[in-house]
């Protein structure tokens, strides 16, 4: 970065630090778009950020109880593989924005629901999802914490104990910001990747019965590849990644290129689901689908050696501490888009506590498919209305200070679009109609995109208010991407 550039990102921050009442030192952009000069993550640091979110208890976790559900062991990792494929083809989508707006997702949502309705429909949505997704990974770290900790102490440690301790640690990284996150993936990543590959070398040599390769990959489970319970993983991995498409654009805004934006997601998505769910669902299998915990697997098998019970503890931290932070950032930045006058620093404090309170209740985990449907059922609708609007209604071309302005197109009407909350109701309704067998995840999507585009055209043939928030978007003047910050600094949209 240029010493010119480096200095008007400095008046942008200070002034951002004041607006707010924000500490220096930390991240200060949520809702405003993020200037060109600051732009310049590649796809490493991108693809580092992205593996470490799959690479963790989580998605180990969901990879071992698809089995534990009756799946076979190539069935279950290739429900949460294909899950997660699904969701990536709207997420990728969405990234765009990040990468040629500089805007958060959330933000980006006004186009399409308009400048109030993103805030109580799309924002208010994802907020809760982040609050209950960061709960549900705090807890499966701490199953293996404690399951690490009882063996190496031979003392019981308490599950909520570990998961507020492990919950507040997370919080630090969160409310820093963005660069925080993207060091500690870099050091991270590499250190995991051994670290996983050794413990499921312990796996696959241990002498029991049923842990040979062989026995694992042909293990049928009592469902074995029925649709039915095979249906049920891929659409509630899919709902769990789909709701996470209109935060695609927070973690991209500071890339440098599509390029960077298209190779580190993507491959990261792939490489870091499939080690995730071999992982976990090998551990099941191995156990003839009866444990559902895979770090109780692991410790058990390391016995008392104390070098293999630190890897896995330090395992576990590290991917909590590179990913689960992610989902205080992201909502965070969702709360901020809700209230305009808070700035990123004091809405990610907010989502922390409610995330930290939420941790300390064990019974997330088993209700995992059950919250994931219930939030697919919302995020359905809502990426089919996205999607549409921003691929064929804006052909991918918004108006970055209309975003921001109760007297431009995307206020709609009232700050709604009506037919992006109608297609909503519509898309809810349609997903609950549909038996798990249908994927009602992608079909719901679907119905309500094509749904949205026909009903908007028509209505854009007879609102000239629709009509203009319709048009593919263009920047109004030609000013500098600082000068757009220093703008909407001054202002927030209501």
Avoid at 293 to 304: L, S
Avoid at 422 to 432: D, F, P
């Amino acid at each position: 970065m240029s010493e010119a550039a480096h200095e008007r990102a400095i008046i942008v921050e200070e002034k951002l630090a004041h607006k707010y009442h924000q500490p220096r030192g930390v991240e200060q952009f949520g809702i405003e778009p993020i200037p060109e000069d600051l732009k310049t993550v590649k796809w490493y640091d991108l693809f580092v950020i992205v593996v470490n979110f799959l690479l963790n208890p989580g998605m180990i976790l969901i990879g071992a109880l698809a089995v534990t559900a009756g799946l076979s062991f190539w069935a279950g990792v290739t429900a949460v593989v294909l899950g997660i494929v699904i969701a990536f083809g709207a997420y990728i989508v969405m990234a765009t924005l990040g990468v040629d707006y500089g805007l958060p997702g959330q933000v980006s949502t006004r186009m399409s629901y308009g400048i109030r309705g993103a805030k109580w429909i799309p924002s208010f949505v994802r907020t809760a999802s982040s609050i209950y997704w960061f709960a549900f990974q705090t807890l499966a770290g701490a199953l293996g914490i404690v399951a690490v900790m009882n063996a190496w102490f031979g003392v019981e440690f308490s599950l909520i104990t570990v998961s507020l301790v492990f919950a507040v640690l997370q919080v630090i990284v969160a409310l820093v910001g963005y660069n925080t996150l993207k060091q500690l993936s870099r050091v991270a990543f590499p250190i995991k990747i051994v670290i996983l590959v050794y413990l499921l070398y312990l796996l696959m040599t241990h002498d029991a019965q049923g842990y040979a390769p062989g026995e694992v990959f042909a293990f049928s489970g009592t469902a074995g590849w029925k649709w039915a319970v095979f249906s049920l993983w891929v659409g509630s991995v899919a709902s769990a990644w789909l709701s996470m498409i209109t935060d695609a654009a927070d973690f991209c805004r500071y890339s440098s290129t599509r390029v960077d934006m298209w190779v580190g997601t993507m491959a990261a998505a792939v490489i870091g689901t499939i080690f995730s769910a071999f992982f976990g669902a090998y551990t099941a299998a191995a156990t003839l689908g009866e444990v559902g915990n895979p770090f109780q697997v692991v410790t058990d098998i390391a016995g008392g050696s104390a070098l293999t019970l630190f890897l896995i503890l330090l395992l576990v931290v590290l991917d909590n501490w590179t990913i689960n932070v992610l989902n205080l950032y992201t909502g965070g930045l969702s709360m901020s888009n809700m209230f305009t006058r808070l700035g990123r620093f004091w809405t990610t404090l907010i989502v922390s506590v409610l995330g930290v309170g939420l941790s300390v209740f064990p019974g997330l985990v088993n209700g995992y498919t059950g919250f994931m449907s219930a939030f697919g059922s919302l995020f359905a609708p809502i990426a089919g209305v996205l999607i549409t609007d921003y691929v064929f209604v804006k052909r991918t071309r918004i108006d970055v200070l209309a975003l921001f302005d109760r007297s431009g197109p995307y206020w709609y009407m009232g700050g709604f679009n009506p037919v992006a909350v109608a297609w909503t109701v519509l898309g809810l309704g349609t997903y609950c109609l549909l038996p798990q067998t249908a994927l009602p995840i992608i079909t719901a999507a679907l119905v309500t995109g094509v749904g949205y585009y026909v009903t908007l055209r028509l209505a854009a043939s007879r609102s000239p208010v629709i009509d203009a928030a319709a048009r593919p978007g263009f920047q109004r003047e030609e000013i500098s991407a600082t000068d757009v910050d220093l703008r909407l600094i001054e202002q927030s949209a209501p």
